[in-house]
């Protein structure tokens, strides 16, 4: 009941954030999206700072429900691009909230998901071992830094057209493949290609810009 009344508030507040904006988020306007006193939310979420970290775990949980939960059939390839073309989606679909991925730390049970998720792809590249933590977060560093660019208006040259456009962010994600090929074995980089812009995506994973 507990864990059901939390996911409530959780959800409101974020829609609150994407009608709103990250100012307006306050424990009294989320409190009264819910039907609630803004003191009856502290046994649920906290106060606001949790409640921030909240946002963040269901960020999470939303890009984690969007890329899928069985990649044991998907080359570490197509995952990486599943997951970067579901991370550019995920802002754009909470452009207000996304940047809190970039600004806090992770501190839920879901807020890791990401982390977890590159290390895996870089692990099943053979990448090794002491090197996967450093390229990880050179990925996600990429990931969440061009994408709240984009929302935000900071990445320098971004405008509504290439907002609406895919091409430019899949020549990036197909750079990172490479950059994982390069920190790969010797052996698994005499071996790998690097897919094409035309390769298909995992049943399922729509392109960035669809």
Not at 50 to 68: F, I, K, N, Y
Not at 110 to 132: C, F, K, T
Request: aromatic share 4%; net charge negative; glycine share 10%.
């Amino acid at each position: 009941m507990v864990d059901d009344k939390r996911r409530q508030i959780l959800d409101q507040a974020l829609a609150l954030v994407d009608e709103r904006g990250l100012a307006a988020m306050s424990m009294r306007a989320v409190a009264e999206r819910v039907g609630l006193t803004s003191m009856a939310l502290y046994p649920y979420v906290g106060g606001k700072d949790a409640l921030l970290d909240g946002l963040v775990d269901l960020l999470h949980l939303e890009l984690g429900s969007a890329v899928g939960g069985d990649p044991s059939d998907i080359d570490w390839k197509h995952r990486l691009c599943a997951v970067g073309r579901a991370v550019r989606a995920l802002a754009r679909a909470h452009p207000s909230a996304f940047p809190l991925l970039l600004n806090r730390s992770a501190a839920g049970p879901s807020a890791a998901w990401l982390a977890g998720a590159l290390q895996n792809i870089l692990s099943d590249a053979r990448v090794p071992a002491a090197e996967v933590p450093r390229t990880a977060r050179l990925i996600c560093a990429f990931l969440l830094g061009y994408t709240t660019g984009e929302v935000t208006g900071g990445l320098p040259g971004s405008n509504p057209e290439t907002l609406e456009g895919a091409a430019e962010f899949d020549a990036d994600l197909e750079d990172l493949v490479r950059l994982v090929e390069n920190a790969a074995t010797p052996s698994e980089r005499a071996t790998s290609t690097t897919p094409s812009k035309s390769a298909e995506l995992p049943e399922g994973v729509r392109p960035a810009g669809g």
